[in-house]
């Protein structure tokens, strides 16, 4: 018996990251689109993300810049921590999303069950 599974939309995904405990057993985080710029070519804030699964929600953000590079950012404290070295740095909320959004626009569809 299946249950009727909701189409893939990316709106929300279900990423199983290090978890927020001390022994950082994985746990699963859903992010959540809040956001999409309909013009994601053009400098500024691209799109926003909700974070649950944490200790707390947190919210990324990509964020283009005028030189044509992608910002990140994310309200958790490892992030903020870490956040002079942002260039170089990022949570692993980012690296998850990253990660997914990768994911996505590769061209390997799952074909719909027939
Ligand atoms: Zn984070």
Not at 14 to 26: D, F, H, I, M, Q
Not at 71 to 87: F, I, K, L, Q, S
């Amino acid at each position: 018996m299946n249950a009727p599974q909701p189409r893939a939309n990316f709106a929300i995904v279900t990423v199983v990251l290090p978890g927020p405990t001390r022994k950082r057993e994985p746990a699963p985080y859903q992010f959540r689109v809040t956001y999409k710029n309909p013009d994601p070519s053009e400098p500024g804030c691209v799109a926003t993300w909700t974070v649950t699964g944490g200790r707390e929600d947190y919210q990324i953000a990509a964020e283009r810049t005028t030189d044509g590079n992608m910002e990140w950012h994310c309200t958790c404290p490892d992030a903020v921590y870490h956040g002079e070295y942002r260039h170089h740095y990022f949570c692993k909320h980012v690296h998850g999303l990253q990660a997914l959004l990768k994911a996505a626009v590769e061209p390997a569809r799952a074909p719909l069950a027939a």
